[in-house]
């Protein structure tokens, strides 16, 4: 009855020749991104597990886990934690095109979210690893017919205004900005690497135009500029972050994602390393960098109850009331207003939880520009000095696979998983007299502290 209401809605709407299309305000003048704090959260809905392209399939089968049910309890949830939430719905090709009754009705319901709440919906191809099994040319072809469809269903010229992708390749960021005239794209998930079907570390945590190069990459300048902005999928826990895969029995994963917290921990100690990792953002981070964003995805399948997200997002708004949480378009068009090229310098601070892989005898720093991202790790205890476990430049030349892979990443001269033997952790001082001049630049205060222990003796 709802959906019939809202249809009516805009088909009065339409034959006034007005426009009726909450989800698609454009924040742009209207928000300011520095001095605000923003969370954004995607739903991914799907038909199987790993759409790896149209007709092929990895994984199972989740028609039983999507009913209308399902996904209307989910935005409850939401709802009941954060009032006047707007999230991003994110179909998958098969779940776009199912005529089974479920799913029928579930885009049902979503175009009626869209009109309820603002709610943006869109397009996700490949199920995350698009790259790893399509040629980009199938992917931009994907792109194009699966947003085509996004329109159809929700109608009145409907256009999302992000796509969620996991990985997306620069060729294909590329097309959506210029060919779709979409320009907000999560198309990293920061860090991963050995873990799902895809790896994708080198990136920066936030926002940023890619490179045409690679999409791990900042854009140096106009000639490899790409004005699609990259966003995260969900913000990690450094600390874990740093690890491979699954080693030592831990998650790298871990942050504010419910697989790694609440399914791995219960609801309490979830809940607390949610909380945990949305305060380096909301707390130090805000302070440090004048804004602060976490980001979250959700796939609606997930086994997981949705009471622990409830409990996360009233305690957010519980702690920073002033959060804006909006639809990832939405934020990416605030950013994207206030950066017009890749001139931000990121910079993070974590103390760990104790939780899982977030060692709670470790800080970790984070420093991020167009030109590098450089880590910083400690031990907490006297005399044990900071050390490089990370240093990745971006002003050198970087190429994507030409083949299907999972190989994405982009590994620096150091890199943080330690896969190799050059990703030993070493002291600042001992870098390249190159790498220390391009630090330097950035940040020479870095310097001046390591002076101070050399002269004092103690590195």
Known sequence: ????????????????????????????????????????????????????????????????????????????????????????????????????????????????????????????PGAYFANAYNSTEQVNQDLHEGLAKVSEIVGNGFRPQSVVAGFLSAVNQEYLAEKEDIHICQGNIWSQYAIDNQDGDGSVSYPFYPSKEHFCKPAQGKSDFIDCVNLDGWTMDFLSARREGFANGFNSRMGVGPIETLGKYGQKVGVEEMIHTTAIHFDGGYNLNGFAWVTNCWEVSLPINVSGLTEWLKEI????????????????????????????????????????????????????????????????????????????????PAKEPAENTRRWSLLGEINQKQTRPQDKPVLLTELTNDAKSVIEKYYPFLFQVSDNKKAKGDN
Do not use: C
């Not at 019939?4 to 006034?16: E, I, K, Q």
């Not at 950013?335 to 104790?354: A, I, L, M, T």
């Open 1 to 124: 009855m709802k959906t019939l209401l809202f249809v009516l809605s805009l088909n009065l709407f339409t034959l006034l020749g007005l426009s009726f299309d909450p989800g698609n305000i454009n924040p742009e003048n209207q928000v300011p991104l520095m001095g605000n704090r923003f969370l954004t959260f995607n739903a991914v809905i799907r038909v199987n597990q790993i759409e790896v392209s149209r007709d092929k399939n990895e994984g199972e089968d989740e028609r039983n886990l999507h009913t209308p049910l399902r996904v209307k309890k989910y935005r409850d949830a939401i709802e009941s934690g954060f009032p006047g939430a707007k999230i991003t719905w994110a179909f998958s090709w098969l779940a776009l095109h199912d005529t089974t009754k479920d799913y029928v009705k579930i885009r049902e319901l979503l175009v009626s979210y869209h009109f309820k709440y603002g709610d943006d919906i869109t397009f996700i």
């Open 317 to 396: 708004k519980k702690r920073w009331p002033d959060v804006k949480f909006i639809t990832q378009g939405e934020f990416g068009l605030i950013w994207r207003s206030h950066y017009k090229s890749n001139d931000f310098n990121y910079r993070f601070e974590e103390k760990g939880s104790g939780i899982g892989g977030s060692d709670s005898d470790m800080k970790i720093r984070w420093f991020m520009n167009k030109n590098f991202r450089l880590a910083l790790l400690q031990i907490l205890k006297p005399e044990s000095p900071e050390k490089v476990i990370d240093f990745t430049r971006y002003d050198v």
